[in-house]
Nanobody
């Protein structure tokens, strides 16, 4: 059984910071490549940050230099540190494997709202 639980979202003013957490179980308990996605109203879900099992990272241009993806010591929790937040970052944020599609399992996500 697969489970992904995102947390840490909230309301923050522009320029502020948040740290999102993704607790993984089931098929995602083991060491895996993981990624953060976001979806704003009326827009497609997009990948914003990815982390491979080997430690390499990749970021969407819109968040480079502001967001950092990492995982904890037991490698079953993935984090997204978000700094210098902008209103354009407002979205529901999800974690999943890189390459996940809408046909795959997704958690409920966590809402991030950035005010002007």
């Amino acid at each position: 059984q697969v489970q992904l639980v995102e947390s840490g979202g909230g309301l923050v003013q522009a320029g502020g910071s948040l740290r999102l957490s993704c607790a993984a179980s089931g098929s995602f308990l083991s060491i895996n490549a993981m990624a953060w996605y976001r979806q704003a109203p009326g827009k497609q879900r997009e990948l914003v940050a990815a982390l491979t099992s080997g430690g390499s990272t990749n970021y969407d241009d819109s968040v480079k230099g502001r967001f950092t993806i990492s995982r904890d010591n037991v490698q079953n929790t993935v984090y997204l540190q978000m700094n210098s937040l902008q209103p354009e970052d407002t979205a529901i944020y999800y974690c999943n494997a890189p390459g996940a599609t809408m046909l795959d399992y997704w958690g409920q996500g966590t809402q991030v709202t950035v005010s002007s």
